[in-house]
C-alpha cells in the first residue's frame, strides 16, 4: 500500500541555519505530494504542493522537489526562525482518491 | 482563509461512557469531511470519509459501530466515539474538503484536533 516515511524528530536548530527535513514515499500510481506544518495549538495547514514529477512546491521560503526518480520530496529551507518551529507532515494523495497518507510528523525546533 | 472548528480541544471520560466530537466549517460548506487519529510518534491515521447526507466510507479496521460519523449538514460532521475504553485515548482530527474542490488538487482544511483521554 501507500505510505510515507520521514526522518524522525525532533529536529533542533539555531536560527539562520539550513533545514532538510526528509520524506520519501511508497506509492501504486503517481501521487501529488504535501508539506503540511502544524504551529502549537492550531490545525494543520498546507505549506507547500508538488502534483507531478519536477515540480517544485514553495511557499515562505520553504521548498521541495517531487523526485521520482529516488521517490523523494524533502523539504528545505535556508534560514530558519524561531517562528517556523512546529510539525511538518509529508503526505501524499493518490490520483483520483481523496484521501491523504501522512508521515509521522517531524518536531521542529528552532532556538534564538 | 477557510476555517474549521473542532470542539472540544480536549475531553477526559470514564471508561464505557461516549464521547462527542464537534467538526464544523465555518466559512465554506463541505461536502465531505475526513476524521483522522493519531496516536503518540505516529502518522495521522485516516478512519472514515464523511459525506453530507449519507453513510461514512470507514478505513479497514475502523469500528463502525463504535465510530459514529454523522454528517447532517454541509457545516458540520460529528464523531461519536461509544463506549470509549483507556485504549480509545488519541488526538482525533477532523478535515474538510470545500464544495467543489477537485479530489486531489485542492488542499484540506483541518480542525486544531481533540485530545480524548479515557479513564
Redesign the interface.
Known amino acids: 500500500g501507500n505510505s510515507?516515511t520521514q526522518m524522525e524528530g525532533p529536529v533542533t536548530l539555531s536560527e539562520e541555519a539550513f533545514l532538510t527535513i526528509n520524506c520519501t514515499y511508497t506509492a501504486t500510481g503517481y501521487p501529488?505530494l504535501?508539506w503540511?506544518v502544524q504551529y502549537p495549538?492550531?490545525?494543520?495547514?498546507?505549506l507547500l504542493?508538488a502534483?507531478k514529477a519536477d515540480d517544485k512546491g514553495s511557499n515562505k521560503g520553504f521548498e521541495a522537489t517531487y523526485r521520482k526518480e529516488t521517490t523523494s520530496f524533502h523539504l528545505e529551507k535556508g534560514s530558519v526562525q524561531v517562528s517556523d518551529s512546529a510539525v511538518y507532515?509529508c503526505a501524499l494523495?493518490?490520483?483520483?482518491?481523496?484521501?491523504?497518507?501522512?508521515?509521522?510528523?517531524t518536531r521542529l525546533l528552532v532556538s534564538p | 482563509g477557510a476555517v474549521?472548528s473542532?470542539h472540544p480541544s480536549r475531553v477526559i471520560c470514564k471508561s464505557g461512557t461516549s464521547v462527542k466530537i464537534e467538526c464544523r466549517s465555518l466559512d465554506f460548506q463541505a461536502t465531505?469531511m475526513?476524521w483522522?487519529r493519531q496516536f503518540p510518534?505516529?502518522?495521522?491515521?485516516?478512519m472514515a470519509?464523511s459525506n453530507e447526507g449519507s453513510k461514512a466510507t470507514y478505513e479497514q479496521g475502523v469500528e463502525k459501530d463504535k465510530f459514529l460519523i454523522n454528517h447532517a449538514s454541509l457545516t458540520l460532521s460529528t464523531l461519536t466515539v461509544t463506549s470509549a475504553h483507556p485504549e480509545d485515548s488519541s488526538f482525533y482530527?477532523c478535515?474538510a474538503?470545500s464544495w467543489g474542490g477537485s479530489?486531489?488538487?485542492s488542499?484540506?482544511?483541518?480542525?486544531?484536533?481533540t485530545r480524548l483521554t479515557v479513564t
Not at chain 1, 495549538?41 to 498546507?46: D, P
Not at chain 2, 510518534?41 to 485516516?46: C, D
Not at chain 2, 488542499?107 to 484536533?113: D, E, Q, T
Open positions: 510515507v501529488s504535501f503540511y495549538g492550531e490545525g494543520l495547514q498546507l504542493k502534483t507532515f494523495s493518490e490520483t483520483g482518491f481523496q484521501k491523504l497518507v501522512f508521515g509521522t510528523g | 474549521v473542532q465531505t475526513f483522522y510518534k505516529q502518522s495521522l491515521m485516516l470519509t482530527i478535515s474538503r479530489s486531489y488538487n488542499p484540506l482544511h483541518f480542525g486544531n484536533g
